[in-house]
């Protein structure tokens, strides 16, 4: 299937806007729509097209999967509370924890989390809503590396030849599936979404699973979720596309109260780029490393080394799985 991109260039927002919802609004028809609200660019864009195609015939989800940053779901459902859109809170922590138990591969890890997203928490709320379509912000560079083999994203179906209609019982309606990241950056402003928003950083839909190198415990995406909030706001006003932190799966040997510690390693990955499909490491000061380095010794148990991504990509990937 082949997904006619409509360039930054190209890109009318209001043109866009007023044609995506009419899409929204014809394809639903009088019935019902849910969606998945992260608070990233892409599902937030898709949420206000929602809110304006359907107003409450659009049921909106804050899926807790325990993956998420510190504080994600409350930020994100004050946020949009102002934009008159009802947020819904689904606990499925025990659920995504259950599927990726004993799990170390990549590729199956990111299946364990679509299948647990899609047929099993997402199915259940169809049945609940009576909803037959799910909106979702899947964006071309999604598509794009999923059709390459380059890494499979959870939110990619019909352009692998799968009918999430006769795989998970709904029709799913890409609204944003046309443009890239900077594309979306620029319909999220006419949306009238905050810069908090429109400028936020990509986030992957696996969440900090992404950031775990091997099996995603609770106790793991505890860890690189405390050195998610130091690396965040350390590096909060660098001029970066995306930032993160990542928790590797070897122990690597430190000390510790002058005794060797087989401890744990985070690396952290910065990122310059403009639609995610090539990056550069960005060039932080050596002073910006050391403080990283130093918070993340101090705070982050059993972490005895940090270390600084400077591959591009490609050869690498952003996330590191």
């Not at 998945?36 to 409450?56: N, R």
């Not at 899609?118 to 999923?146: A, H, M, P, R």
């Not at 960005?282 to 101090?298: A, G």
Request: net charge neutral; with cysteine; charged share 25%.
């Amino acid at each position: 299937m082949k997904t006619n991109e409509i360039t930054l260039q190209e890109l009318n927002t209001n043109q866009f806007i007023e044609k995506k919802v009419k899409e929204i609004s014809s394809l639903v028809g009088n019935g019902i729509a849910i969606n998945a609200l992260s608070g990233g660019v892409d599902s937030a864009a898709v949420t206000m097209l929602g809110h304006k195609a359907l107003g409450k015939r659009l049921k909106t989800y804050f899926i807790e999967n325990g993956l998420m940053r510190k504080d994600e779901p409350q930020q994100i459902v004050k946020l949009f509370k102002k934009h008159g859109v009802e947020v819904i809170i689904i606990d499925a922590k025990e659920k995504f924890f259950s599927a990726l138990k004993g799990i170390t591969d990549p590729e199956q890890k990111r299946e364990a989390i679509t299948q647990t997203f899609y047929k099993n928490v997402f199915g259940e709320l169809v049945k609940e809503s009576g909803s037959k379509y799910l909106l979702q912000g899947t964006i071309l560079t999604d598509v794009d590396e999923t059709v390459a083999g380059i890494k499979r994203q959870h939110n990619v179906f019909e352009q692998l030849g799968i009918d999430p209609q006769e795989m998970f019982g709904y029709k799913i309606i890409e609204p944003l599936v046309q443009i890239r990241k900077d594309g979306v950056r620029k319909v999220a402003k006419a949306l009238d979404l905050p810069p908090s928003i429109y400028n936020r950083m990509p986030f992957p839909g696996p969440a900090l699973s992404a950031r775990v190198i091997g099996e995603a415990t609770p106790e793991k995406i505890e860890l690189v979720r405390q050195a998610t909030v130091i690396t965040e706001e350390i590096l909060a006003d660098v001029a970066a596309f995306q930032y993160m932190a990542i928790l590797h799966n070897d122990r690597v040997t430190g000390m510790r109260n002058g005794k060797r510690d087989f401890g744990l390693q985070i690396e952290i990955r910065c990122w310059n780029s403009i639609d995610a499909r090539t990056a550069t490491p960005t060039n932080l000061s050596y002073e910006t490393l050391m403080e990283l380095s130093r918070l993340i010794l101090e705070n982050v148990p059993g972490v005895v080394s940090v270390t600084y991504n400077i591959a591009t990509k490609p050869p690498s990937t952003m996330e590191a799985i």
